[in-house]
């Protein structure tokens, strides 16, 4: 048989709208920041650069026992780290060479750590969870890095550096998260929308993938760890009941991947709720204010949904500590009036 060995034209296609990266996005949104000549630019980058190279350590983490780079010292004699502990040394590494950052809070340390100690140019604040569902990395589901950038306030030095960090999530002038899923997808907002970019391994550029992301008005999803719902209170029982009975509108399906990042882009493309209800082991709810439930609060708002601690908007809440937790119930429009109509209303006509 003469096999006939046919040369496949590569097909070019020719990109249907004009390829932007992060970079050139955040200059474009840099306006937004009158006087700020270029430095919040510089500060992002410093944020999709370290996790360029957190993504890099995710997607081989599996074969660090095949290329022999487990145990303490590794070939370049290195102490071996951490996937989070490499997670929150690269945000710090890469954010501690931006000048206009003072404050890095960091749900890896105890304390907010001072960075260009004395700099009068220092006036932001970053905090971030380097790896947000660590636990998760061994059985390969997706895990993410949320980040949330804060103003210092009026009259507040580098002696106070909690106070830098001590502010409701509405004073956040930026936040966002990166999940290293199927892909690298980094989702953020400078208060004008939300926008999402997957990263191109083959250049190594994050790409305007998802422009004004726009949360659906109500979706098909709830999601909740349903393993603790004997010990959620009494309401959040009743709503999740409805949710799956489809006595609120339409059935809808369950859906948990135990990834807060991972369940919130989904919400935040699908629709639906995400929740976290206060339980027994964590009556305050488990999810950390500062650093997952604020910068998700800010994108869900920013693309028309709700985020509340179960009874009021978590960008309200006046943190007392750095790793504060919070009840979180993020979602749809829909979804959340729901809830305040079988839960909040509820509750303050006679409380459980
Ligand atoms: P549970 C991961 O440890 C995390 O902080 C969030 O990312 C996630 O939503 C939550 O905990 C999962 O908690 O109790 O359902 O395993």
């Known amino acids: 048989m003469n096999l006939k060995l046919e040369l496949l034209e590569p097909t070019m296609s020719k990109p249907s709208s004009p390829i932007i990266t992060v970079q050139q996005h955040i200059l474009q949104d840099q306006k937004r920041f009158p006087g700020s000549s270029g430095e919040f630019s510089w500060l992002l980058s410093g944020i999709t650069m370290a996790t360029k190279l957190i993504q890099a350590k995710v997607r081989r983490a599996g074969l660090t026992d095949i290329l022999g780079e487990q145990g303490d010292i590794n070939v370049q004699g290195e102490v071996q780290q951490k996937l989070d502990v490499f997670s929150n040394d690269a945000l710090i ?32 604040a970053v905090v971030f969870d380097p790896l947000d569902g660590s636990s998760n990395i061994d ?11 804060l103003r210092r306030p009026e009259g507040i030095g580098l002696d106070e550096p909690e106070k830098w960090v001590l502010q409701p999530g509405a004073k956040q002038i930026a936040a966002g998260y990166v999940v290293y899923g199927s892909s690298t997808i980094l989702v953020y907002s400078v208060g004008n929308g939300v926008h999402g970019f997957t990263l191109d391994p083959a250049v190594g550029a994050y790409i305007l993938s998802h422009p004004n992301m726009k949360m659906p008005e109500q979706g098909k999803y709830y999601s909740v760890n349903e393993a603790y719902r004997d010990t959620f209170p009494v309401r959040y029982r009743e709503y999740i009941r409805r949710l799956r009975e489809g006595t609120l509108g339409h059935k809808y399906a369950s859906r948990y991947i135990g990834s807060m990042v991972a369940d919130f882009h989904r919400t935040l493309l699908k629709g639906g709720v995400f ?20 910068p998700v609060a800010f994108l869900a708002e920013q693309a028309g949904g709700t985020a509340i601690d179960g009874t009021r908007r978590v960008l309200d809440i006046q943190p007392k500590s750095i790793h504060q937790r919070t009840p979180l119930v993020v979602g749809s429009r829909v979804e959340l009036a729901d809830f305040e109509r079988f839960v909040v209303q509820a509750d303050s006509r006679q409380p459980a």
């Open 139 to 149: 059985v390969n589901v997706s895990v993410g890095t949320t980040f949330s950038i």
């Open 275 to 294: 929740l976290y209800p206060p339980t027994e082991s964590n009556p305050e709810g488990k999810l950390r204010l500062l650093y997952e439930a604020n």
């Open 93 to 124: 590494h890469c954010l501690s060479a931006r000048e206009s950052i003072g404050v890095l809070a960091s749900e890896e340390d105890e304390k907010p750590l001072l960075v260009h100690k004395g700099s009068e140019n220092a006036h932001y």
